[in-house]
């Protein structure tokens, strides 16, 4: 990426008009997260929930959904995020965020695909991670989250060039980021750097954002972020990707970033790969739900 690029998306980063309108309890939340679910505090949590009532009202409105199965409808906020467990909220409250930070309409792909790849990517993270040992699998789950947070960016800040991006990539059935490249001269990776940058997120989850498409290129963080491009991968397999068919082979053994996860984890070679990946369909159908009811309507796979 040229230099003259790389000030272009900085310089239509900053210009965002809706980057400020993000809810003030999204910054707050990331702290939240960042930190052992044994050390957050419940009146935390409820006091970010309440803070802003449209977020409250979505929040009441999915913990009712029959998708959690409960016994009876929470009727306060507290009772939500007791109903529901930490987590389950706090995935709620992120998504709410930045789902307002970024109006849909703006958008140059399905929304709901974009969240149904990113919430899926993130079980998939917690549940690799999981599978490791002595992981930090709450971590793992937020940089599944937010490692594609760069397509937000590119949707807003190049929407026409982005649009260009998936008409190739769902012609050539190729992954975005090489699209992209072809059709932009840079990926989502660098316009998600620019917004990680600007706000402040721990380097750990801006080498994610960065670099989850090549993590031998990440300055830190690389178990973490090769364990996100992993993950990535395993979700476009079993249609979880943008909404087309890409035309690839995926070896996860042969991939660089397997082989940066074997150093920090021995215990890699024992997991049954097959066994895994069949083990992430009841995940995904739980995430399909999800989406559909924080944002109404389904989408299909791929």
């Not at 999204?26 to 044994?38: C, R, T």
């Not at 316009?191 to 940058?197: I, P, V």
């Amino acid at each position: 990426m040229t230099t003259s690029i790389a000030a272009t998306i900085r310089e239509r980063v900053a210009r965002i008009e809706t980057m400020p309108s993000i809810p003030a309890i999204f910054i707050p939340l990331l702290e939240l997260l960042n930190l052992p679910v044994e050390r957050v505090k419940l009146d935390e949590v409820v006091k970010l929930v309440s803070y802003d009532n449209t977020i409250a009202a979505q929040c009441l409105r999915v913990a009712s959904s029959p998708l959690f199965g409960l016994a009876k409808s929470p009727e306060s906020i507290k009772g939500a995020v007791i109903s529901l467990g930490l987590r389950k909220v706090e995935t709620i409250l992120l998504t709410c965020c930045l789902s307002n930070a970024f109006p849909a309409k703006s958008w140059a792909l399905d929304p709901t695909l974009f969240w149904r790849h990113s919430l899926g990517c993130a079980m998939v993270c917690r549940k690799f991670s999981d599978k490791l040992g002595g992981g930090d699998g709450d971590k793992a789950y937020m940089a599944g989250l937010l490692h594609d947070i760069g397509l937000l960016v590119s949707c807003i800040a190049f929407p026409k060039e982005l649009t260009a991006a998936f008409a190739l990539a769902n012609q050539e059935q190729t992954p975005i980021e090489e699209a992209e490249r072809t059709t932009m001269g840079f990926t989502h990776c660098e316009t998600g750097r620019a917004l990680a940058e600007k706000w402040h997120l721990a380097n750990d989850m801006l080498q994610v954002i960065a670099h989850h498409h090549a993590p031998e290129q990440s300055e830190g963080a690389q178990p973490l972020v090769a364990l996100v491009h992993l993950s990535d991968l395993l979700c476009r397999m079993r249609g979880m990707g943008y909404g087309y068919y890409e035309r690839r082979r995926v070896d996860w053994v042969a991939d660089p970033a397997w082989a940066i996860l074997q150093k920090e984890h021995r215990n890699l070679d024992g997991i049954d790969l097959v066994r895994f990946t069949f083990e992430m369909d009841e995940a995904i159908e739980e995430v399909f739900g999800l989406v559909s009811t924080i944002f109404g309507g389904t989408a299909a796979r791929n």
